[in-house]
């Protein structure tokens, strides 16, 4: 399976590095030049190179990691994304206890989702793990957030990043009532928000 990845963060990196170990084939493209960072990519593994902006969009899952004020150049640059799975990523967050607000708040995905409406389009958010106190404790699985209005989507990413081995935390739903909340302030208890 290929994954295609457009713009180089901290969290699509990591999960370049990753889909490798899994097997998969990655396809990285920098939108602001793929000379910066043809070093990185050849530590990431063998099955992971550097290509052209429509290299990287050719397969199914298309993760991007791209600047706000790059956003629309970039994305109009792409090919036809119909039918596609696009992982809008963000940057770390950190403070995970404001993470609801902070999405709420920073809602870039739509923009996304507008400017490509053909495509199914997964926000992709990564808290900073917090050490534990013991440095002799290990964590399993690193937790990952992610919000999709597209039911096969949800479930493709969900398979995805389980077999990257991160623990996955469905918001969709916690999204969807703080705008409401936002919307009808009255409509229902605050604290429903943060309720499992």
């Known amino acids: 399976m290929k994954i295609g990845i457009v713009g180089i963060g901290t969290l699509t990196l990591e999960l370049a590095r990753r889909a ?94 507008s400017l490509l409406p053909k495509a199914h389009v997964v926000k992709l958010l990564n808290p900073i793990k917090l050490e534990p106190s013991d440095p002799t404790l290990k964590y399993d699985k690193d937790e990952i957030f992610f919000i999709s209005d597209h039911l096969e989507s949800k479930f493709t990413i969900k398979a995805l990043l389980k077999r990257l081995n991160f623990t996955t935390i469905d918001l969709s739903g916690r999204v969807q009532l703080q705008q409401s909340l936002e919307n009808y302030p009255t409509a229902v208890p605050k604290s429903t928000i943060y309720k499992n």
Do not use: C, W
């Open 20 to 113: 490798s170990l899994a097997g998969f084939e990655i396809i990285i493209n920098n939108p602001r030049g793929n000379s910066l960072i043809e070093s990185t990519v050849e530590r990431l593994g063998t099955n992971v190179k550097v290509g052209t902006i429509l290299e990287a969009t050719v397969p199914q899952i298309v993760l991007i990691f791209i600047p706000k004020d790059d956003l629309e150049t970039v994305l109009k640059s792409m090919p036809d994304m119909a039918g596609k799975t696009v992982v809008h990523t963000s940057s770390l967050i950190f403070n995970p206890k404001s993470l609801l607000s902070g999405i709420a708040n920073a809602m870039t995905y739509k923009t996304t989702a």
